[in-house]
Every structure is written in C-alpha cells, then in structure tokens.
C-alpha cells in the first residue's frame, strides 16, 4: 500500500549527533561567528545527506538556521558567494542519492501579515530560502509555508505575486487551528503553489473533509510527487505538538487515506531517524525502498559511488 513512497526526517540526526539548527544571538551577530555556524550546519548537512543515501532515507528537511540570520539586514557577508559551491557539492550529492531537499521557515513568516515591516521581513526569509535550495540545485526542493493569522491569505497571495523564485519552491500547509486543506486550496491555486497536507493538524481541523479527500484534492495541486507531513500529537501537549514517535494507528490512517498515491512522507517526530526507522519496523542498518530503486543504499555502491555519480552531475 505504501509501494513507491519515501520517508523523511527533520533537521537533525540523532545517531551522527549532527545538526542543521546552530545558531547565535542577533546581538552577537559578526561575520566569524555566523560564518562559524553556517560552515558546521553545512558540514552536518552533508553528513546528514550520505546518512540518508546509506539508509534509503529519500527525504531530508534542511534547519531554517542553516545559515543564520542570512535573512536579515544586518547579516555581514555575502552568504551565497561564501557558501554557494559547498551546497551545490552538496546538493548533487543530495540528487545522486535521491534525497530530496525542503525546508520550512518557521510561523513568524507571515507575508499575509497586516504590518508592511513583518511582511518585508518574511519576504526576505522565503527569498534566503529559495536561494538555498537554487544554489543546491534542489529542483524539486520544496519551502512549506503556514497560512498565517486569521483573514491573511488574500494578502499572502497579494504578497507573493510576482515572486517567481519563492514560488518554483514554495508549498501552503494547513494548520490546525485556521487554516485547513479545504481554505488554502484556493489560494494555492492562484499561487499556482501546491498543498502539503499536515495530517495532524487535519486530525485538528478538517475542514469537512477526510484526510482521504483532503489527500486527493490536493494531489491535484502537484506538479512534483506530492508531500505530506505525518506526526503525533504529543500526550499532555498543545494541540499540534509533535510526539517523539509516530502512533501505529496514525500510520494506517495515511496508509488507508493514502492507497494509491505516491507521497513523500515527512515525519515530523522528536526522535528524528529513529522515528522513520521505528516506522518502517526496520533496524537502521537495513535498507530502504529508496535504496531498493538503486538510488541508494550500500548493495551494489563501492566506496566513493555516489561522489562519483555527483560529479558526473557536474557539480562536484
């Protein structure tokens, strides 16, 4: 039932103690510092990358601070000159391995926001992010961006008119309080943006819809395989709030809902790795249906294959 789909995890990896959310105070903000951070995200991103193409892990999300505060006006070099040919390098090791690339800023980014200054500086963000997954290469590479507050997506999609770069990438979530599948669709379609659907957050606020209607309209709005995010509510939680696992009977409810599309499966749980692991009841050393395809894994890659299938890309 779940033939074809691949599986992600967000960030960090638990097993490599690596991590793609370092980051520093704005009032610490020097060139060396930032610099710093963004060289040792990128390193662990890189590690992260030929983790998954080792596991068969076919999805990675990217920390919003992979380079910190790039975004921001008083950030002090030039980010992408800097670090542009360490993501590319990265990027066509991301390609060979079948790993697709997202990232997803967080809820201060509101380019629906009534306050001009807020929707500048969300702009700036989405546009630092688009710049990330370009310098990688990453064109299937998505950016999943939250609704916004109440009676903000006229102007959202009023803000993003004519931002061609952030829109190749850029994908509506529902959340479980304003905004549900149901609301954004129309958005999206004049964005001309696809939908990731938020099952949790559906669970939460459906819409008067299904998760398996929800799942179909907006497979609709896919022009790449289509992204949906999968959690569980963490016990004693806010509504939303991620668990460290993903609860069995949340997975066959996507599974069921889900019967006969192919999704790329971000699972957004604490346990990183380890949750997808535990989700597919496979032990981290085995591998994946990413590497079934011949995208990744160890059968039949000697040392050194996928550098060297990254630079028959051109890129390393």
Known sequence: MTA?????????????????????????????RAREKAEANIDDLE?????????????????????????????????????????????????AAGVRLSMHP??????GSSRPEVVERSLAELRYSARVLELAGAGDGV??????????????????????????????????RTWSVRDLLPAARRLGVPVAVD?????WNPGGMTLREALSEAAATWRTRQKVHLSSQAPGARPGAHAELVEPDD??????????????????????ELAVFALL????????????DGRAGREGRPPGA????ARNAGAV
């Open 4 to 32: 074809g789909w691949r599986f992600g995890y967000l960030c960090e990896n638990r097993m490599l103690g690596a991590t793609t959310l370092r980051t520093l105070r704005l009032a610490n903000l020097t060139a060396e």
């Open 47 to 95: 590690r992260m990358v030929r983790f998954n193409a080792e596991h068969g892990i076919g999805l990675l999300r990217m920390g919003q601070q992979l380079i910190p505060f790039a975004s921001h006006p008083a950030f002090p070099y030039d980010w992408a000159a800097v670090h542009g040919e360490r993501l590319a390098e990265i990027g066509a090791l991301a390609r």
């Open 106 to 111: 967080g809820q201060f980014v509101q380019p």
């Open 143 to 176: 950016i999943v961006l939250h609704g916004g507050p109440a009676g903000s997506l006229e102007r959202l999609t009023a803000a993003l008119a004519g931002e061609d770069a952030v829109l190749r990438h850029l994908a509506l979530e529902n959340d479980e």
């Open 199 to 203: 099952t949790l957050h559906h669970g």
């Open 251 to 272: 997975f066959a409810r996507l599974r069921e809902a889900g019967a006969g599309l192919t999704l790329d499966v971000m699972v957004e749980a604490k346990a990183k």
């Open 281 to 292: 009841g496979r032990a981290p050393d085995e591998r994946g249906e990413a590497a079934a």
């Open 306 to 309: 996928l550098d060297a299938a």
